[in-house]
């Protein structure tokens, strides 16, 4: 990476837009990358605390005065659930102010017809009907997709069910009650339809977790451009100089 | 004194009697007037300086007519009803109310009884609460529950339009209950589904207790408004918390104590019921405050779960002994951790396959390349 250079394609997410001479692209800036890694341990917090606030670990013995198992379990993965949801708003923002990519992960061109062409050939890349997959200076159109439907939507989702049931412990005249639980658990029918919800959604970001993981590692063997690299250094690099 | 004797002393005194002309009448003197206007202060938690305006609105404030309506219901309303300690549901019925009607326990029946519901439509208009209790069957023109030969929802729907305000009575009433979990083959409708046009305060719970029933009369006739309702037209007091807040058993819960099985030694010991399915962090009512049985106990009390009887639909959630509902639709029954373990194990496995299948194009790629050089 001895010739580092910012590209003018910056912000041109198509891949026809990337010159073969540009040997690295500075995508993902700080702030993205730290919180991609603030994400990723307040995720696997939430999941793992959140399950075992559904199904606890075996009855403690002795006096209650003595333990504080639920409680911590239940303290930690608030804590993540703030840490999360902050981090979320904060990512928001920087989709104003950061560059062009911070932009990509929030708003798909879902009514752009090339891009769907490129969902399509980027899939049949994925089933072994391409023999080669396209460059992508930021996410390739169907990881941008999967990481709208699955990432951003389940994240939002997870944000407000799960500070409506947040709202019900902090008590009906709470704001967070008033903000999130007022509306939203007659929406799902009862309370306990939220937390059923909810623990779905724990699943549905499990399922993104599993799939991301694995699309990036396969990715950064297998693709043209480096992946897992570029979300510490934040510099996109290639393997090949073809268009 | 019986509701017919009620409603025709009623009729022969106008203007209508005030609570306190009510209460001398059954020789309660000047001085138990007082005492009974303080204590009223403290159950409703307000300062000794309401005591003077309790006592004025008793004295000033005509009593509420109240026609009490029974629907597609089992009665346990009323059962809860006339077990109220504080007040007692006679003090309530005779002092503070006039309960004109009441099929149930009022001693006019038939044509006599109905008569009543005309007259205080006529007297009163826009002026009586209406209490329901059940609900309106609706399917077969309405024929699965009768009053006095027709069916229950044109009773419903005309005193409906003459009343001020509506009283839901009970879970079917407020949500509709066992009668209309699914499918609901009498299309047994909520109150609040069928009169859109009225103030309605719902008091669920099947049935409600004692002292949140009269409690919510109490409050009604002694501020002469309606009692602060949530979003869901609950009444804040009573429905603003779950079982689960303020249960004896919560430090046990914090603690990780579990009942793991309901007949082990933390059963005996009295640890949380969550690991059992008690629905107490998902209802909303006032059981483990108020209790049942002038405060003797309630469910997790005694040993059970809450099965969240004052809940939306609670006979279509699932288990009574389920904290979270099963999910329908997916051709046999399945609770989220199975279908969540389904979905990221089927994730796993397809990852796997390709994973294999990436690792043997890629090597194939390799070869093809070295053959190619």
Known sequence: MSTKKMSSAI???????????????????????????????????????????????????????????????????????????????????????????????????????????????????????????????????????FMFLMFVVGSIFMIFTGFALYAEGQGTDSWWYDAFAGWLIPLFGQSQDVHTWHHLGMWFILTFVIIHIYAAIREDVMSRQSLVSTMISGWRTWKDDRR | MSNTELAQSVDSKSPIESFYDVMRRQGISRRSFIKYCSLTATALGLGPAFVGKIAYAMENKPRIPVLWLHGLECTCCSESFIRSAHPLAKDVILSMISLDYDDTIMAAAGQQAEAIIDETI???????????????????????????????????????????????????????????????????TPTHKLITDKPIIKVPGCPPIAEVMTGVITYMVTFDKMPTLDRQGRPKMFYSQRIHDKCYRRPHFDAGQFVE???????????????????????????????????????????????????????????????????????????????????AGATGVAIAVHAAASALKSAKNNHDNNIGE
């Open chain 1, 11 to 145: 912000g041109d997410l198509d891949s026809s837009g990337i010159e073969s001479t540009i040997e690295a692209v500075y995508v993902y800036e700080a702030p993205v990358r730290l919180w991609h890694w603030v994400n990723a341990g307040a995720i696997t917090v939430l999941a793992l605390t959140g399950y075992f606030i559904g199904s606890p670990l075996p009855s403690m013995s002795g006096e209650a005065s003595d333990f504080y198992v639920m409680g911590y379990i239940r303290f930690f993965h608030f804590v993540a659930a703030y840490v999360f949801a902050i981090g979320m708003i904060g990512r928001i923002y920087w989709a104003f102010v950061g560059n062009g990519h911070a932009k990509q992960l929030f708003v798909p061109p879902l009514l752009k017809k090339s891009w769907w062409r490129e969902v399509w050939h980027e899939a049949r890349w994925y089933a072994f009907l391409e023999k080669e997959p396209n460059k992508y200076v930021g996410h390739n159109p169907l990881a941008s997709l």
């Open chain 2, 261 to 343: 099985e309901f007949d082990d030694e933390n059963a005996k010991k009295g640890y949380c019921l969550y690991k059992v399915g008690c629905k107490g962090p998902t209802t909303y009512n006032a059981c483990s405050t108020i209790r049942w049985n002038e405060g003797t106990s309630f469910p997790i009390q005694a040993g059970h779960g809450c099965i969240g009887c004052s809940e939306d639909g609670f006979w279509d959630k699932g288990s009574f002994y389920d904290r979270l509902t099963d999910v329908h639709g997916f051709g046999v029954e399945a609770d989220a951790d199975e279908i969540g373990l389904a979905v």
């Open chain 2, 122 to 188: 006529e007297k009163y208009d826009g002026n009586f609460i209406l209490a329901v209790e059940g609900n309106t069957p609706l399917n077969q023109d309405g024929m699965s529950c009768i009053i006095a030969g027709k069916p229950f929802h044109h009773q419903i729907e005309r005193v409906a339009k003459h009343c001020k305000a509506i009283i839901s009575w009970g879970s079917c009433a407020s949500w509709g209950c066992v009668q209309a979990a699914r499918p609901n083959p009498t299309q047994a």
